[in-house]
């Protein structure tokens, strides 16, 4: 793993099975469809496994303390749209789910996950073909487009649409062959890699941990993207001794991260501070493993381990990441990154 070679993990089964799980719709709420991928991943490796309450997918490794515990989290739930309401055309009205904007996905086919069908629409901005006299000619000249200027065709009626089970609270994500993931050299870029690609490293520690110093849940949260409701959930009903996120960490120009193989270690997020020892613990673990780390105090964002200190759930939190472009978007992330972010994990967990 020295001077940027490739780490032991495979950068084709790492794409393969990012891909799996980008295909996996699971808009915050809706998640069922990742969920049936995940426990039956968990189940076959040694790990206990199950789901709780709150949706969470949960993967415990035994320790030889079972006195102590720590947990790992990557959200399981991805951004979209809601539906707010149905026009008497068979139109929808949709509002965004967790940090979604309408311009980023542009008009094209969703994915519309009615209760007992799910069926495509378009997700659609107007014409542009217009004068003044039409509201979408502002969005060409002047103003932003905002969910309240979209809409999505499905040249369904009322009595079709209620038929499908398709009505206010319905999901929509963007179309499965619209999330193809495609690959540039050892990059890979696709919507939702935030969290699937974390999820990826969850269920490659499962099969690279046995038998750590402690207990060891590899959680697969629920309901993230609004509030990081699963991690609330299972942090609130199970002591631990620490919690790591694993998130994308966005590039930008205000931050000093880099593309490449080097995960990003945060010191600080929108919602407070992390551990500066539990850090400096992974500092170390990835010495050991010979991944070289960036570190980065990050705006407009937070994850699990974030959230969950500041709510009082857990004493220790830290947020392991991998440098990503794009975010919320057409996300692109070096396959590197990704797997170094399992290095590092799995010698933590070894070493703690």
Known sequence: MNNGSKPVTDYDRLFNKIQELVLCHSPSGM?????????????????????????????????????????ITAHKDEIGMIVKSIDPDGCLQVRRLGGS?????????????????????????????VSHESPQKAQQVDTPLFWSDA??????????????????????????????????KDYIASYTLDNKASVAILLALAAKITNPPVDVYLVASAKEEVGAIGALYFTQNQTLEALIALEIC?????????????????????????????????????EKAAVPLQLAVIDGFGSDASIAMK????????CLSFPTQNTH?????????????????????MTI
């Open 151 to 184: 809409w999505v065709e499905t040249k369904c009626s009322l009595k079709e649409l209620a038929a499908l089970g398709v009505r206010s609270g319905t999901r929509v994500v963007v179309g499965k062959h619209r999330k193809q993931p495609f690959r540039l």
């Open 101 to 129: 904007f309408p311009w980023v996905y542009g008009e094209g086919v969703v994915d519309i996950l009615g209760d007992r069908q799910v069926i495509s629409g378009i997700l659609s901005f107007g014409s542009r073909h």
């Open 311 to 318: 709510f009082g759930h857990v004493s220790r939190g830290a």
């Open 31 to 71: 998640e069922t469809e990742i969920d049936r991928t995940l426990l039956k991943q968990f189940t076959a490796s040694t790990a206990e496994t199950w789901q709780d309450r709150a949706g969470n997918v949960i993967a415990k490794i035994p320790g030889r303390d079972s006195k102590r515990a720590i947990a």
């Open 250 to 286: 966005p590039l930008a120009d205000e931050y000093p991260v880099e593309s490449g193989i080097a995960p990003v270690l945060l010191s600080q997020d929108n919602y407070g501070i992390y551990d500066e020892l539990l850090n400096a613990e992974i500092r170390t673990a990835a």
């Open 329 to 349: 978007g057409y996300e692109i992330a070096h396959l590197g990154a990704i797997a170094n972010c399992i290095e590092v994990l799995a010698t933590y967990c």
